[in-house]
């Protein structure tokens, strides 16, 4: 179970695909991230757009092509699990080293960087895998502004034995002799930490000093002008046509759908299916927001009955998945078929969408949508605008700030497709969401007021299926029992359940059962992910 699953994925012309996004390639200095498999890969490139520089990232082996005409201020190779001394690893190619730009190599990268330009890399006594401190030896410019001695995270078991010709050693660690190596003239660096991860509380800084002092790039990308530039490509991309876009609620669609209102206006119609699954308030909160606040066309389907029909009896989470998405499709189509020359539909694919269909070699056409916007008829032929195909979830973040999207909605914590479908255990009543609609108000409310919303990834509650015995007042109750679910994450892929203070769980006990009729019990859950999933169902 993932965010990826959910209704069938979409697949639309080619051509117009990436036209609405604006063009890094149209002068904007670009960082470029070579991918050699690191968990942390995709962590490098959010970091330097965090230093307001366009990054491109790409696999190691993609062909120059790809950046023919872009301003590409240098270039870093990243960390990736193999030993460069092995038959078959991944090298960087040729056209790296003959570009002349500055290259920074990360763990991997670095041994890389020793191993193609004449230095050796063997396996390291012991694995060197945590914290650790370097030492630095000189003054280079990617340690300008820190102290000498810093704490990085390290994750190797290979290490440099001899520099290549022309590299100094520029700082040492207890197990790494040479824990950083720089040849100040070509502007090659190499690490064997990783800035990128925040167990090396300055590598920012590190990354900092590579990206403005040795490559030259000056900071200029930012959320102003990634609008200005997006609402005219999108012009130039639509021109008089029509478009339409799936609200859910959710971040992306509500962004994507913003900005293309600011380059089309009344062009855009926005589609919101409320499918009744949506948590306390939040569908007269699309509505308000984006026909009062923004003044856009939006046709609400009031779907409620159609999607609790398709669900009756259905206790299999599977089942209740495809359901939910072929209901969505039939009724996204109906309701597009009946906006005459509609000819573009907008969605919210983000950067790392579309890292993972390339790199999965599926193609730039098969849009993996986290929208259940999906699964549309083969003569339902659409050019997508995607908006925001070059950025990542917080940098769509700024700019839905930036665009006036209210703070909840552009906070919003992810939030599932299916909906409240797959936090009711079992089978799916109208009854039972309203109880569970009760319960993760008080959730929402509570995480609110103690000031951790935006500290927790996610937090919820869940009604389970089962019925518990107790008392209030002089009285024997029987009632669900709801659990609260709320956990950290940087991504979805791994979850730890959150800590939250005994005070602030008692008091949503205390509510839950007090305010909601037909609960009487109230558990927390404390399973990590994995072996658990965030979701229950
Ligand atoms: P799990 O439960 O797999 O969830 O740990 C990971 C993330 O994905 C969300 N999720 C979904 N999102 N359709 C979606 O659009 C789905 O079917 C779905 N299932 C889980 C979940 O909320 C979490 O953020």
């Not at 869940?462 to 002089?474: I, P």
């Amino acid at each position: 179970m993932d965010a990826t699953q959910g209704p069938p994925t979409l697949t639309t012309e080619e051509s117009p695909a990436t036209a609405s996004a604006p063009d890094p390639a149209k002068g904007h200095q670009t960082i470029v991230v070579l991918d050699f498999g690191s968990q942390f890969s995709m962590l490098i490139a959010r970091r330097v757009r965090e230093l307001n520089t366009y990054c491109e990232f790409l696999p190691f082996d993609a062909s120059p092509d790809r950046l023919l005409g872009q301003d590409v201020k240098g270039i870093i190779l990243s960390g990736g699990p193999n030993s460069v001394y092995e038959e078959g690893a991944p090298l960087a190619p040729e056209w790296v080293w003959e570009s002349g730009l500055p290259v920074l190599g990360i763990c991997y990268g670095m041994q890389l960087m020793a191993h193609q330009l004449g230095g050796v890399v063997g396996p390291g006594r012991e694995r060197e895998y945590g914290p650790a401190t370097v030492w630095s030896d000189g003054n280079f410019p990617l340690f300008e502004g820190l102290p000498p001695d810093i704490d990085v995270w390290m994750s190797h078991g290979d290490r440099l034995e001899k520099l290549p010709p022309g590299f100094a050693a520029a700082a040492h660690s207890d197990n790494s002799p040479i824990a950083v190596m720089a040849d100040r003239s070509r502007g090659y660096y190499g690490l064997q930490f990783h800035p990128e991860v925040a167990h090396t509380p300055r590598g920012k800084e590190v990354l900092a000093n590579f990206v403005h002092r040795v490559c030259g790039a000056d900071g200029s990308w930012n959320a102003g002008n990634f609008i200005e530039e997006a609402v005219e490509a999108i012009r130039a991309q639509v021109g008089d046509g029509r478009v339409i876009c799936g609200l859910s609620g959710g971040v992306d669609s509500a962004v994507a759908a913003a900005i293309v209102h600011r380059a089309i206006g009344d062009q855009l119609t926005c589609i919101f299916v409320d499918n009744g699954l949506l948590r306390a308030g939040e569908a007269e909160e699309v509505v308000e927001t984006f026909t009062r606040n923004m003044q856009m066309n939006l046709v609400h389907v009031e779907a409620e009955d159609e999607f609790l029909a398709a669900l009756a009896e259905v206790t299999n989470p599977e089942t209740k998945r495809i359901r939910i998405g072929n209901t969505f499709v039939r009724l996204f189509e109906r309701e597009a078929r009946s906006i005459t020359d509609a000819r573009f539909l907008c969605q919210g694919t983000l950067y790392p969408d579309v890292i993972e269909s390339a790199s999965h070699g599926k193609g730039a056409a098969k849009i993996k949508t986290h929208h259940n916007v999906g699964g549309l008829p083969p003569d339902m032929k659409f050019g997508l605008v995607e908006p925001l195909r070059y950025l990542f979830k917080d940098e769509v973040r700024r700019i839905g700030e930036a665009l006036g999207l209210p703070e909840e909605m552009v906070w919003r914590h992810p939030f599932p497709g299916p909906g409240l479908a797959i936090r009711v255990l079992g089978e799916v009543t109208k009854e039972k969401l309203d109880i569970l609609r009760g319960a993760d108000l008080i959730v929402m409310d509570e995480i609110r007021k103690a000031g951790l919303y935006r500290d927790i990834w996610q937090s919820f509650a869940v009604l389970t299926n089962s019925q518990t015995v107790g008392v209030m007042g002089d009285f024997r109750t029987y009632g669900y029992a709801v659990a609260i679910r709320a956990v950290v994450a940087d991504d979805a892929m791994t979850a730890d359940w959150a800590r939250l203070p005994h005070e602030l769980l008692a008091r949503m006990s205390n509510r839950i059962v007090n305010e909601v009729h037909g609960v009487n019990r109230v558990v927390y859950d404390i399973t990590p992910k994995p072996p658990g999933t965030i979701e229950w169902e």
